[in-house]
């Protein structure tokens, strides 16, 4: 069976110090694993995935994660947050590698940014 | 760009109502999905379809159905809507391992 649990469902920091969304997943399968963001009032946008490639992946807006197979861990990281950054981020996993076939989400983790 | 268009960014039905949510996409995707959005509950697959009539049941399916007669075009139905499908709706669309997310339909049910 596949999962995903976001460990914190708020994270709180300010502006300039580095963010840490962290991120468990399940998987019968090799994953793939995804960082969705939500800003408000929008759709979800992509940050970033991995899809058995790089275990480092970069993604928009300076956001970057690391795949660990034997943590079963791909907690998403920033060096320094940006007020924009305000949004509700989604780690996300998918049980095949070259297609998407039933997203799983976690229940999200809500990052506020103060000045 | 890809665009998923869902046809209401927001609908307010009455319980006992038959609510018809459609989504269009413009790529070319094989694969739709229907999801739910709940506050701490992140977003729950309702149904998904990898070809024109084909669908699966996700995770939360009880009183919904889909139907995709063509395949741009992905319709989500409550049979005889009730308040606890009051929530946000966001329909996506995929091909390889990347999906596609529409803006959203809040549905209120009164």
């Keep these: 069976a596949q999962s995903v649990t976001q460990l914190d469902s708020h994270v709180s920091v300010s502006e300039g110090t580095p963010v840490l969304l962290r991120c468990n997943y399940s998987s019968s399968y090799s994953p793939s694993l995804f960082w969705y963001v939500q800003h408000p009032n929008k759709g979800l946008q992509l940050l970033l995935k991995y899809t058995s490639a790089a275990t480092l992946v970069k993604g928009i807006n300076g956001f970057e994660a690391e ?13 320094s947050a940006h007020m924009s950054d305000a949004a509700e ?3 996300v996993v998918s049980p ?7 997203l799983i989400f976690g229940t ?8 | 760009d890809v665009k998923v268009t869902q046809s209401s960014r927001y609908l307010v039905k009455r319980t006992g109502e038959k609510v018809f949510l459609e989504c269009v996409q413009d790529m070319d995707h094989e694969n739709m999905f229907w999801y739910r959005q709940d506050p701490g509950l992140g977003l729950r697959l309702i149904y998904f379809s990898y070809d024109v009539k084909m669908k699966e049941k996700g995770d939360i399916p009880e009183g919904y159905s889909v139907s995709r007669e063509k ?8 049979e005889s809507a009730s308040t606890n499908q009051t929530s946000m709706y966001l329909c996506a669309s995929s091909r390889g391992p990347e999906a596609f997310f529409g803006q959203g339909t ?3 049910v009164v």
Excluded at chain 1, 68 to 78: A, G, P
Excluded at chain 1, 108 to 115: E, I, N, Y
């Design chain 1, 96 to 102: 095949r590698a070259y297609n998407t076939d039933k």
């Design chain 2, 106 to 108: 809040r549905l209120t």
């Design chain 1, 108 to 115: 999200g983790t809500r990052l506020q940014v103060f000045p």
């Design chain 1, 89 to 91: 981020y989604f780690c």
């Design chain 2, 71 to 78: 395949k741009e075009r992905f319709s989500l139905i409550l």
């Design chain 1, 67 to 79: 795949f660990k197979k034997s943590e079963t861990s791909f907690h998403l990281t920033k060096p």
